[in-house]
C-alpha cells in the first residue's frame, strides 16, 4: 500500500509541528517532577528506538518508539503518587519525537514520509497517555471495582490505553496512507487494524519494562527485551512464510498458461482486477485476500486437459472448476478458496429464479474479471466492448453489481 505521507501544507506543517514540539518541552519542563537529565536520556532512547522499524503485513511500518513510549506512564510518576508525571511525559514524548524526526531527516528520509510518522506517532501518544491517566485516577478513587487497586488499576489502565491506540495507529495510517485511489479508508482502516499482533507486543514490552522497573532496575530491560526478541524473529519469519506462500500460488497459477492451456498472464490479470472490485464492494481484507488467491487459481483445472482421455469424453465448464477445485482443496489453508474456485463458473441467477444467496461475491467477481479479461485480450475486444459483454450478461451470468463496481475500477484506471 505504500508508506504514510503528508501532502496538506508543506513545508508549513513539518516546520509548524517542530517549533510545536520544541515549544511544548520548553514549557513543560519547569514543571516536570523528574531530573531534566533522565528526560533527556529517557528521549535519547525513545529517538533512538524510532529508527528501528518493524515491517507489519498491511505495509505500515511500526517502530520501537512504541515501546518506550508504553513504558513512559508507567514510569515518570508524580511524587507519592502512581499517576504519570505529566509535565515529565510530555517533555519524553515532545523532544523524542522532535529528536526522531531530525534524525531521520539528516538521514534523507523523505520529508513527507517523515512529517506524516511524526505527526502520527505524537498524535497516538497523546492518546494514550491521556487515556492510561484518566482511567488510572478514575480507578484509584473508586472502592467498589475489584481491580481498582494497585497494581490491577495500573493494568486496567494500561489495557484500556493500549487498546485506543491501536485503533487510533490503524486509523490515522488509513488516513495518511498512499494508496491507489478509490481503496475505501475503510478497507484501509481494517487492513492496519490487522497489525494489532505487531503492535500490541510492541505496547506489552514496553509495560512489562515499566512494571518490572521498580522491582528489578537494570534486570528489567533482560526481562522485557528478551520476549520482545523472540517475537520480532517471529514476525519475519510470518512475512517470509507470507510472502513465500503467495509467490508459490501465483506460480502454481500460471502452470496452465505456461502449458499453452489458457492465455499467458490471463491469471495475473484477473486476480488485479478481481482484487480491486472486491475493495470497491467493501470487502474485508481477509476476504480480499481469499478473491486473490482463488482468482490466481480459477483456471488451474485445466492442466487436466492434457490428459487424452477427458479430451475424447469432452468437458463442461463446471468441470474444469470442479477438478480446479479438488486441486486447491489438497492445502488444507486453502479450503474456502477451493470453493470460491468451485463455483466460479455459476451464473449469479438462472432464468426464472432470484439471485442465489448462496453463491459466494468473491465467485462472481472472479467470473467477471475472467470473463472481461478473456473478451479484451482473447477475442481482441476493446475495453469498453469487453464491458459491453459483461453488461449484456448482467440479466443473468454476471452480479450487476459486480459489473458496476468492474465499470468503476475501469474508468478509475482509465481505461474506459
Avoid: C
Avoid at 508524580?78 to 517533555?91: E, I, R, T, Y
Avoid at 481484507?285 to 477427458?310: F, K, Q, S
Avoid at 479430451?311 to 492445502?331: C, H, K, Q, S, Y
Wanted: hydrophobic share 50%; no cysteine; glycine share 8%.
Amino acid at each position: 500500500m505504500g508508506e504514510p505521507r503528508f501532502r496538506i501544507g508543506l513545508p508549513f506543517v513539518p516546520i509548524a509541528a517542530g517549533v510545536g514540539a520544541v515549544a511544548l518541552v520548553v514549557l513543560l519542563l519547569p514543571q516536570a517532577a523528574v531530573s531534566p537529565i533522565v528526560l533527556a536520556i529517557w528521549a535519547l532512547l525513545f529517538a533512538e528506538a524510532g529508527l528501528v522499524r518493524v515491517p507489519a503485513a498491511s505495509g505500515n511500518r511500526l517502530s520501537l518508539a512504541f515501546i518506550i513510549g508504553a513504558a513512559m506512564p508507567i514510569l515518570l510518576r508524580a511524587p507519592d503518587s502512581f499517576l504519570p508525571d505529566a509535565a515529565s511525559v510530555g517533555v519524553v514524548y515532545a523532544a523524542g519525537v522532535f529528536l526522531l524526526a531530525i534524525v531521520r531527516l539528516l538521514r534523507h528520509d523523505d520529508l513527507s514520509r517523515v512529517s506524516a510518522d511524526g505527526l502520527r506517532l505524537g498524535f497516538g501518544l497523546a492518546v494514550y497517555a491521556t487515556v492510561y491517566s484518566l482511567v488510572l485516577l478514575s480507578l484509584e478513587i473508586s472502592v467498589e471495582v475489584p481491580w481498582s487497586a494497585d497494581p490491577w488499576n495500573r493494568f486496567a489502565s494500561f489495557a484500556v490505553a493500549a487498546a485506543l491506540w491501536v485503533i487510533t495507529e490503524a486509523g490515522l495510517w488509513a488516513l495518511m496512507t498512499e494508496a491507489r485511489d478509490g481503496i475505501s479508508k475503510r478497507y484501509l482502516w481494517l487492513l492496519g487494524l490487522g497489525d494489532w499482533m505487531v503492535m500490541l507486543s510492541l505496547l506489552a514490552t514496553g509495560a512489562l519494562f515499566g512494571f518490572a522497573w521498580d522491582e528489578m532496575g537494570m534486570w528489567a530491560i533482560l526481562v522485557a527485551g528478551l520476549p520482545y526478541a523472540f517475537a520480532h524473529v517471529a514476525f519475519f519469519r510470518y512475512l517470509e512464510a507470507r510472502s513465500t506462500y503467495g509467490q508459490t500460488i501465483r506460480a502454481l497459477s500460471r502452470i496452465p498458461e505456461v502449458a499453452g492451456l489458457s492465455l499467458d498472464g490471463h491469471s495475473d490479470r484477473t486476480a488485479g482486477l478481481a482484487v480491486e472490485t472486491a475493495q470497491e464492494l467493501g470487502m474485508t481484507p481477509r476476504e480480499v485476500d481469499e478473491v486473490r488467491y482463488a482468482a490466481l487459481m480459477h483456471d488451474i483445472g485445466r492442466i487436466t486437459l492434457n490428459e487424452p482421455n477427458i479430451l475424447r469424453r469432452g468437458f463442461t465448464d463446471e468441470d474444469l472448476a470442479r477438478w480446479g477445485a479438488e486441486i486447491v482443496a489438497e492445502a488444507p489453508y486453502l479450503r474456502k478458496v477451493a470453493g470460491l474456485v468451485r463455483r466460479q463458473h455459476e451464473p449469479y441467477r438462472r432464468p426464472g429464479e432470484e439471485r442465489d444467496p448462496s453463491l459466494p461475491m468473491a465467485s462472481k467477481i472472479i467470473k467477471a474479471a475472467s470473463a472481461y479479461d478473456q473478451a479484451s485480450m482473447e477475442l481482441g475486444f476493446s475495453s469498453l466492448e469487453a464491458l459491453e459483454v459483461l453488461h449484456r450478461g448482467a440479466a443473468y451470468d454476471f452480479d450487476p453489481n459486480v459489473v458496476r463496481a468492474v465499470r468503476k475500477v475501469l474508468t478509475r484506471r482509465g481505461v474506459v
